[in-house]
């Protein structure tokens, strides 16, 4: 059975940062592409970061311009895991974060809340 379980959230002052991390089980990430989205209410949800299928820990990685050279998302082959480590964050970068997994079809987790202010 695929599940995707999202942790680390909380809240942090800007500056701040925290490590998401996305608990997989059913699948290994390491053969399919892994995101972690983010959404607001009254918003659409959006693309943070992506690691590409890759095995031995490689993946490409691609991120949303709002993100780079802040955000470096990472995948742990051993313990089948993805994580997103946000450095500097801002407030706008509060929201509800989920990852997903591009399955045969798409994968989510439950999220878990980042909430960024003073």
């Known amino acids: 059975q695929v599940q995707l379980v999202e942790s680390g959230g909380g809240l942090v002052q800007p500056g701040g940062s925290l490590r998401l991390s996305c608990s997989a089980s059913g699948f290994a990430v390491s053969a399919y592409d892994v995101s972690w989205y983010r959404q607001v209410p009254g918003k659409e949800r959006e693309l943070v970061a992506t690691?590409?299928?890759?095995?031995?820990?490689?993946?490409?990685?691609t991120y949303a311009n709002s993100v780079k050279g802040r955000f470096t998302i990472s995948r742990d082959n051993a313990n089948n895991r993805v994580h997103l480590q946000m450095d500097s964050l801002k407030p706008e970068d509060t929201g509800l974060y989920y990852c997903?997994?591009?399955?045969?079809?798409?994968?989510w987790g439950q999220g878990t809340q980042v909430t960024v202010e003073s």
């Open positions: 997903k997994a591009s399955l045969w079809r798409d994968a």
């Open positions: 690691i590409h299928r890759g095995l031995r820990g490689g993946g490409t990685t």
